[in-house]
């Protein structure tokens, strides 16, 4: 199975200031199709999981501008600029190119 | 709207058996991928098993040969007939919608507890 890597696992943030979180593969996440299925999720206390980003890159409908995704093969990075309290949470990366899904740790963001 | 209301979670003994359901509505139910994700409380998120469009499977090892994902596009309904439970089952389970490579909506999940 790919092995996802999240890091860090806690991330406090300044309201206001950027965060990053990293989160590696095992092997790489570029698909024989050529696409690469690395999602990323945010997870509010107490709520069901919400997908934010599709693909490496791609915000899904209703996310706001200031996150975003990058990377390519096995390293990939969410971002969040200017965060917010309502972005609390854990966030999760996860993989879709190769059976069974896998999903990272998660990174706890919470404000200083 | 898409919205996914999971149901048939509780309390079961060790070996026994429950059967979840997930109605989905606000999208050509048929059309889609689905999957079943769950989470035990205070951990992360472990995918169980996805069913096609024309009913393929596929299932996390730890659940192969006991759980059973099915659909029935007529009633709009995704089942997880979840058989020989054990404790390390124990976990809230969520049905989700696949779009482009990944559940892209989830229902608010349903807690199932093995328990003696």
């Known amino acids: 199975d790919v092995v996802m890597t999240q890091s860090p696992l806690s991330l406090p943030v300044t309201l206001g200031q950027s965060a990053s979180i990293s989160c590696r593969s095992s092997q790489s996440l570029i698909h024989s199709d050529g696409n690469t299925y690395l999602n990323w999720f945010q997870q509010r206390p107490g709520q069901s999981p919400r997908r934010l980003i599709y693909k490496v890159s791609n915000r899904d409908s209703g996310v706001p501008a200031r996150f975003s995704g990058s990377g390519s093969g096995t390293d990939f990075t969410l971002k969040i600029s200017r965060v917010e309290a309502e972005d609390v949470g854990v966030y999760y990366c996860m993989q879709a190119t190769h059976w069974p899904l896998t999903f990272g740790g998660g990174t706890n963001v919470e404000i200083k | 709207e898409v919205q996914l209301v999971e149901s048939g979670g509780g309390l079961v003994q060790p070996g026994g058996s429950l059967r979840l359901s997930c109605g989905g509505s606000g999208f050509t139910f048929r059309s889609y991928w689905m999957h079943w994700v769950r989470q035990v409380p205070g951990q992360g998120l472990v995918w169980v098993s996805r069913?096609?469009?024309?009913?393929?499977?596929l299932y996390a090892d730890s659940v192969k040969g006991r759980f059973t994902i099915s659909r029935d596009n007529a009633k709009n309904t995704l089942y997880l007939e979840m058989n020989s439970l054990r404790v390390e089952d124990t976990a809230v389970y969520y049905c989700?919608?696949?779009?482009?490579?990944?559940?892209?909506?989830w229902g608010q999940g349903t807690r199932v507890t093995v328990s003696s």
């Open positions: 989700a919608r696949s779009w482009q490579g990944g559940p892209d909506y």
């Open positions: 069913i096609d469009g024309d009913g393929n499977t």
